[in-house]
């Protein structure tokens, strides 16, 4: 009998256990995002907000936060000492950091993948707080704002460091139409295009979204100081990337079915 049973358990066909199904958040969370309408208009609402950063920026520490084309020109410009008008401690701060936010975030989203819906959230939170915390650190100090010293270096850090993980997160991206940050070869590529008079031309149509949300930004940075000072501008350029970060979960996945917004020459922008 004992036998019997041993060739019976010898014959039985041996259970191969089922690879484990990645959990429905994991996925979520893992998929790289579609290049879409709504992707675009995040895009979009971050340039309106890093426009908002730089109006409020200059005229505090007579540097960008963003404009490194900008920046690189008054760098030599006060090298040479051809004026006084600027502090090259602060455009060296800012450049470097600027920089700096460019690398670590670039590189880090390069080995887990820029398009991945959790990197984005989890950089996106990075700038936010960022901006959050320059315009804490204004509200804290002296009014007006000073604008050399260790706490102009440090609020300039963080917003340069927030603006360069911006510009690498858009770049990862690869909607080169929306650097949501530089917009001199913007302005180029919209009259250089060969189909620039054509009716359906997203990438134009793009560029010239891009360039109005900046010139719109810039514009509400501009106000905004005027009417409260720098860290109110701060606070609403902080509340348009909020918006973002919390809206990257709206967006679909790469896999899903497309739709006509996502054609090359279709969606409105």
Request: proline letters at 4%; aromatic letters at 10%.
């Amino acid at each position: 009998m004992s036998s019997l049973s041993r060739k019976t358990e010898l014959v039985q066909p041996q259970r191969t256990a089922k690879p484990a199904r990645p959990s429905r958040w994991r996925s979520f969370a893992h998929a790289p995002i579609r290049d879409d309408f709504l992707l675009e208009c995040q895009l979009l609402l971050l340039s309106f907000s890093i426009g908002i950063q730089d109006a409020a920026s200059f005229p505090d520490y007579h540097c960008f936060a963003s404009n490194q084309t900008g920046n690189t020109v008054l760098l030599a410009v006060g090298v040479a000492k051809l004026t006084t008008l600027f502090s090259l401690s602060n455009i060296g701060i800012s450049l470097s950091m600027f920089v700096l936010g460019g690398f670590l975030p670039g590189q880090l989203g390069n080995y887990f993948g820029p398009r991945k819906r959790w990197w984005l959230i989890a950089t996106s939170i990075l700038q936010t707080a960022l901006v959050f915390v320059a315009s804490g650190i204004q509200y804290a100090g002296p009014n007006p704002v000073p604008d050399s010293g260790t706490q102009a270096l440090i609020v300039i850090s963080l917003l340069a460091f927030s603006s360069g993980a911006q510009v690498a997160m858009a770049r990862g991206l690869q909607i080169t139409e929306i650097t949501t940050a530089m917009a001199t070869a913007a302005y180029v590529d919209i009259f250089i295009d060969e189909k620039m008079f054509e009716g359906r031309n997203r990438r134009r149509n793009r560029r010239v979204a891009f360039l109005l949300s900046l010139f719109a930004g810039s514009f509400a940075g501009a106000f905004a100081y005027k009417a409260r000072g720098s860290p109110f501008a701060l606070v609403v350029s902080g509340i348009g990337k909020a918006v973002v970060t919390v809206s990257l979960v709206a967006n679909k996945d790469m896999g899903d079915e497309m739709d006509p917004s996502s054609r090359e020459d279709g969606g409105i922008v």
